[in-house]
């Protein structure tokens, strides 16, 4: 993992320096490690789809050692780090296939993520999980909690590393609209991985400030707290 000061610039140093059919990054996901080593390994040694296909029956399906525990699903980078046509292969391949997929959206602008592009799709949906998407707009989250698309939101990330706008109004905004919010971790170096200290967090920076657009939102709650670090990640998920 990068240090978070320039680390979009490390990543692209590396991807110029070795290739881009090189370079992969690996996602770790506590106990969904597994989905995400068969993703990263078999884009960057382009292992086709028929591949993927086969080691998800082998490993995943009903009576493997990993049913019940872990699912194999597709995590993307968006056009923020990846080309526009990788992209569309990638999301052909995952639907095709009915696989979950987790999409890296912005935390710094631009606002790539259309949502009402990715409705006229069809790729809106409960196997959509958002991730960060600072700068949404009010029609991006009205457009989730009408799909019921949820977001993950990894608070300390966002606060770090969110330059589209207030990561507190971002998450109440998200709120208002009825989205499923549920918290994770994001670079260890940023934060440690630690679910009791990200509610914390959460809890103490979700309140709306006066003379501000969240002046009329609900503070957060403990209780809502309890539920996007539990159950709302068992429902995104």
Known sequence: DFFERRRGEVIEYVTQKYGRENVAQIITFGTMKARAVVRD???SLDIPFADVD???????ASGTAFEGLVHLGLNLR???????????????GALERKLPIALHAAQTPPNWVDTEEFERRGWLGQNLLLCHFVPARDIDAELMAKTKTPLSWATHSEFRLGRAGNPREALLRMRKAGVTVSLSFDATSIAPPNMFETMRFTWNMGIPWRGTPTEPLPDVSFRE?????TLNGATAL
């Open 78 to 92: 968006g056009h923020s780090q990846s080309e526009p046509a990788t992209f569309l292969i990638d999301m052909a």
């Open 41 to 43: 390994v078999g884009r």
């Open 54 to 60: 086969r080691v998800r029956q082998q490993y995943f």
């Open 225 to 229: 707290v309890i539920e996007m670090a």
